[in-house]
């Protein structure tokens, strides 16, 4: 089956840094998703992308569809406290059907 | 509010009972989903209906059994509970052919 790794397991960053993660994949993707989930929330859907080399931003989110469409790339510019959480992408293959990676757990220290 | 609601938030019960998690969404959503996320917080799929049809049934014991009575409601019922049921059960939901999914706010199960 498909294997989903996301890197890096966690963050501890000050308030102002810059956050990056990403996720690889083995297999190919159609479309990938990263969600953030507040502790005791459920995931909830950040930026969605569809094609190969897109580039898409959501507010101080950033996250890249990589060209071999194994692998995705978020950005987090200038953190804040209120972006601690834990961030997962997710990968779909065929329709319906998402595969999560393990998560980014970001700490923002003040 | 337009969202995907879950009743309980919480839910406490010793091994052996037989409990059911509810969910809902008014979004006008086609596909529901069900999701377990354990302790180590990883999220993995369960079932899914698409209006009111079971499309999507991973490796999961047969003491879980979903209903979807319409479109709108997926509720999860689980038989003779064990220690290891204990999770967060994510209820998600999507429209047409949308990739995207949208989720609940979790029920979190504890056996005792």
């Known amino acids: 089956g498909q294997q989903l790794n996301q890197s890096p397991q966690s963050m501890f960053i000050q308030e102002g840094e810059d956050v990056s993660m990403n996720c690889t994949s083995s297999?190919?993707?159609?479309?990938w998703l990263w969600y953030k989930q507040d502790p005791g929330e459920g995931p909830v859907l950040l930026i969605a992308?569809?094609?190969?080399?897109e580039l898409t931003s959501n507010g101080r989110l950033t996250a890249q569809f990589g060209i071999t469409r194994k692998d995705s790339f978020l950005n987090i510019s200038a953190s804040i406290p209120s972006d601690v959480g834990i961030y997962f992408c997710?990968?779909?293959?065929?329709?319906?059907?998402?595969?999560f990676g393990a998560g980014t757990q970001v700490v923002v220290t003040p | 509010d337009t969202a995907v609601s879950q009743t309980p938030k919480y839910l406490v019960t010793q091994m052996g009972n037989d409990k059911s998690i509810k969910c809902e969404q008014n979004?006008?959503?086609?596909?529901m989903y069900w999701y377990k996320q354990d302790s180590k917080k990883f999220l993995k799929i369960m079932f899914s209906?698409?209006?009111?049809?079971?499309?999507i049934n991973e490796t999961v014991p047969n003491r879980f059994s979903p209903k979807s009575p319409d479109k709108a409601h997926l509720n999860l019922h689980i038989n003779s509970l064990e220690l290891g049921d204990s999770a967060v059960y994510f209820c998600?939901?999507?429209?047409?052919?949308?990739?995207?999914?949208?989720f609940g706010p979790g029920t979190r199960l504890t056996v005792t």
């Open positions: 998600a939901s999507r429209f047409g052919t949308a990739y995207e999914q949208y």
């Open positions: 297999s190919i993707f159609n479309t």
């Open positions: 992308l569809y094609k190969a080399g």
């Open positions: 997710a990968g779909s293959s065929s329709w319906g059907k998402l595969q």
């Open positions: 979004l006008g959503h086609d596909t």
């Open positions: 209906y698409n209006n009111k049809e079971l499309i």
